[in-house]
């Protein structure tokens, strides 16, 4: 897959079949239309793209509504890479983009790139203030001459799937519901750091991943996940919390890899989340924290691997 960034230095001069949108988690919703495009780029012998931004808009348009989000751009391009679609353009969403009319937007599209086709979802809105709908992009669609493809709205059970609903299942702990919208289970990706080097005290050290900055963690509690380190899964369980029965400040997200005990300080891992164990509780001791403890490993023990490498 071609990674376009801001200025591309060659013409692509391709017919280009695009989709539009933050497309945040790559939820199902989101791969109706990814489908759409390599599909059209396929027939007509053409590439599919992906044209949306890098920083979420709303970190411009209004930074304390800025969600936390569910996929880096690293892995959002990992993700359609995978899928198979030809072109990401991932552009910086500043002042200037902001504030070009709707039209203008896709002017400036067209005038990039040879867009003969652009596929959107029911709901997509586009330009300052939002204010460009479905209407008028099927007007500019005849003035710019290009093929316009609205998917409709996918639902599970009647819920409308989005990137703002997954992210408050999330929140809400809700994981399973969370990971059926998107299709696949939510990741959380970093190196593991030291912590306090207590938990190996009462049999249950853990891995500690280095504080995320920009990517949303599930509601405090306690998860099964699954852990990859160096290209193998392991069954794990994961406190994200802050630790109350050791007084604890921050929060930390912390894991116990289930039958290993290798030292892999430094690391990078991937905790899948699969589903939720319990709510975080302060112990009178951390005797009493084992207890529970064994309770959660034999709860992942039950469970089968999910995460097929
Ligand atoms: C699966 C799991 C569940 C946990 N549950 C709790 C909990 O309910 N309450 C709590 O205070 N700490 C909980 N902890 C955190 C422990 O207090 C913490 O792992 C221990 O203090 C070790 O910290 P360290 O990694 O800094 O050594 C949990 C840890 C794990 C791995
Ligand atoms: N459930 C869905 N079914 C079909 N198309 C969708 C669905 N969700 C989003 N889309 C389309 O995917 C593109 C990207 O949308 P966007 O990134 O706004 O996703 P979203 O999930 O609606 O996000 P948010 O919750 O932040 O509004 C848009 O064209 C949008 O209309």
Redesign the pocket.
């Known amino acids: 897959m071609i990674l376009i960034d801001d200025k591309l230095n060659e013409k692509i001069s391709e017919n280009i079949y695009v989709a539009l949108g933050s497309f945040d988690g790559m939820h199902k919703g989101h791969l109706l239309l990814i489908d759409k495009i390599i599909n059209l780029a396929n027939k007509n012998n053409g590439k599919s793209m992906v044209y949306t931004f890098k920083n979420h808009p709303l970190t411009i348009i209004n930074k304390d509504k800025a969600p936390k989000i569910l996929l880096d751009n690293k892995r959002k391009e990992e993700v359609l890479g995978n899928l198979g679609v030809d072109i990401l353009c991932l552009k910086e969403f500043d002042e200037k983009l902001m504030k070009l009319s709707p039209e203008a937007f896709i002017e400036n599209l067209v005038h990039e790139f040879n867009i003969k086709g652009i596929v959107v979802g029911f709901n997509y809105r586009f330009g300052y203030k939002n204010k460009g709908d479905l209407e008028l992009l099927k007007t500019l669609s005849k003035k710019f001459d290009f093929e316009l493809y609205i998917k409709e709205a996918y639902t599970i059970e009647n819920e409308i799937v989005s990137s703002t609903r997954i992210r408050e299942l999330i929140s809400l702990g809700e994981i399973k519901k969370a990971n059926e919208m998107l299709g696949r289970e939510y990741v959380l990706r970093g190196e593991v750091v ?9 049999g ?3 891995a ?1 991943l280095k504080p995320l900055t920009n990517i949303l963690i599930p509601k405090i ?3 099964y996940t699954n852990v990859e380190v160096e290209g193998k899964i392991y069954k ?4 994200v ?6 007084n ?1 400040k921050n929060i ?1 997200i ?3 890899i289930l039958d290993f005990n290798k030292d892999i300080y430094n690391n990078n891992i991937k905790v899948y989340f699969l589903d939720r ?7 009178s001791s ?1 005797d009493e ?1 084992k207890i ?2 064994e309770k ?2 034999k709860f992942a023990k039950n469970q089968s691997e999910k995460i097929i490498l």
């Open positions: 030291g912590g306090r080097r207590l938990g190996r005290t009462i249950f050290p853990t500690n509690g306690v998860y794990g369980i994961t406190s919390g802050n630790n109350p029965t050791v604890g930390t912390e894991t116990n164990i319990r709510d975080e509780k302060k112990f951390l924290l529970q403890l959660d490993k």
